[in-house]
């Protein structure tokens, strides 16, 4: 899963070219259709999170996976049961570096996100915008065979001005 969601130079897709990935933890989870789905997915994330004592982005990257997950399972399996009807689920893929989280959510369907701008009176529409508004920067790759990954990074927290030590 891991390679699906880094590209194969090994660096992460929000890196200068100058970042390796030496420190590298992993959390996935299958999230399956049900209203409960975002629920499940933010507790997923804020366990990890704790897990890896990064309490300081449970709250922004519970919003982030909650918009992720909504999009993948009204959009994204919905295209794919439409062609193939025995899709996989949606994932919830945590990756930590030395420096940063990424969030990514799998679906089955090859059909990219798309930001939009919605009318003022839209009931919908937002979930995009609020993703790039609270990470520091998001897109969308394409996985081997079918489907898509959504993801959004996120720097580690400073603590008085240095980085978070990685836990070893």
């Known amino acids: 899963m891991l390679d699906h969601v880094l ?4 660096l992460p897709p929000w890196s200068d070219g100058e970042e390796r990935l030496e420190y590298l933890q992993l959390a996935v989870r ?20 704790h897990s890896w004592e990064l309490d300081l982005l449970i ?3 519970n919003v982030v996976v909650s918009e992720l997950v909504t999009n993948a ?4 399996m919905r295209t794919a049961l439409a062609t193939r009807p025995a899709a996989q689920h949606v994932r919830v893929v945590l990756c930590r570096t030395e420096h940063s989280v990424l969030c990514a959510v799998t679906d089955p369907s090859d ?15 937002r979930g995009l915008q609020v993703v790039q508004g609270i990470s520091q920067m998001w897109g969308w790759s394409p996985l081997e065979g079918r489907g898509k990954a959504v993801w959004a990074a996120f720097a580690l ?3 008085n001005g240095r980085r978070l030590e990685a836990c070893r």
């Open 30 to 49: 299958a999230i399956h259709q049900e209203p409960e789905a975002p629920r499940v997915a933010r507790r997923f994330t804020a366990a990890s999170l």
């Open 59 to 61: 709250d922004d990257t």
């Open 111 to 125: 059909q990219g996100p798309c930001l939009r701008e919605p009318g003022d009176d839209a009931e919908s529409g």
């Open 73 to 76: 399972l009204r959009h994204g």
């Open 7 to 10: 590209p194969p130079s090994g």
């Open 157 to 159: 927290p400073s603590l």
